[in-house]
């Protein structure tokens, strides 16, 4: 596994009790929000975004997560491992990649939305080396 990437977070609760808990995942305006299932073995991304951050949030499985800055033209390709309850931002032009582990379930939200095209519009797909 390669360096952690900085926007990398193992959320904790921010509220429990006996009902349940609170996990606050997102303090930005969201443009999409998608549910991804990926089969074990899957390779999924392989792209940058121009204008929107990406929030990666694993619900379920194991999976690696792969970025690489574009905005640096020495950056490395990083991973990390994520497990449920993560999350990771990725921001504008930082490519990125996923790896299932195991089967998992994940949301996928964007600060732009994908409407209208606007996914497909703000997406740049790469070869990428993971």
Same mark, same amino acid.
């Given at each position: 596994?390669?360096e952690?990437?900085?926007?990398?977070?193992?959320?904790?609760?921010?509220?429990?009790?006996?009902?349940?808990?609170? %996990?606050?995942?997102i303090?930005?305006?969201?443009?999409?929000?998608g549910?991804?299932? !990926?089969?074990?073995?899957?390779?999924?991304?392989k792209?940058?975004? +121009? +204008?929107?951050?990406q %929030?990666?949030?694993?619900?379920?499985?194991?999976?690696? %997560?792969?970025? +690489?800055?574009?905005?640096?033209?020495?950056?490395?390709? +990083?991973?990390?491992?994520?497990?449920?309850?993560?999350?990771?931002?990725?921001?504008?032009?930082?490519?990125?990649?996923?790896?299932?582990?195991?089967?998992?379930? %994940?949301?996928?939200?964007?600060?732009? !939305?994908?409407?209208?095209q606007?996914?497909?519009?703000?997406?740049?797909?790469?070869?990428?080396?993971?």
């Amino acid at each position: 596994m390669g360096e952690q990437i900085e926007e990398f977070k193992r959320l904790i609760p921010q509220f429990t009790d006996e009902r349940g808990s609170i %996990f606050d995942l997102i303090e930005e305006q969201v443009g999409h929000v998608g549910l991804i299932t !990926s089969n074990k073995g899957a390779v999924r991304g392989k792209h940058y975004h +121009k +204008k929107s951050t990406q %929030f990666t949030f694993l619900l379920s499985g194991k999976m690696e %997560f792969f970025t +690489k800055d574009l905005r640096n033209k020495d950056s490395k390709v +990083k991973s990390v491992i994520m497990e449920p309850y993560d999350l990771i931002a990725t921001p504008p032009n930082v490519a990125h990649a996923m790896r299932a582990i195991e089967n998992c379930v %994940f949301l996928d939200c964007t600060t732009e !939305s994908r409407g209208e095209q606007g996914y497909e519009q703000d997406t740049v797909r790469i070869e990428m080396e993971i």
